[in-house]
């Protein structure tokens, strides 16, 4: 629902911003009128429509507790590094 109602807001503000830049000026008030009512209801309907191009997958996410699971044990070997050719006094 939260999406849905700013799916209609972005594309009010985009409607808003057309009639800024296009229509604010023009002295024909009945075609400014049909333009904001039909953009008002083009807005409601805009987010039911989808459009398959815009689809994005995302991709599969494999949990850290899966990538736990399978990592193999090997044993760990600690080896002292010797520290004859450089010392501090």
Known sequence: MIQYILEIIAFQLTFLVIYDFFL??????QWNRVYLLTTFIGSMALPWVKIEALRSESPIF?????????????PVTIVEAS????SIS
């Open 83 to 86: 520290q004859d050719w450089f």
């Open 24 to 29: 604010k000026k023009e002295t024909f008030f």
């Open 62 to 74: 494999k949990g850290y507790s899966e990538y736990l699971w399978s990592v193999q044990e090997s």
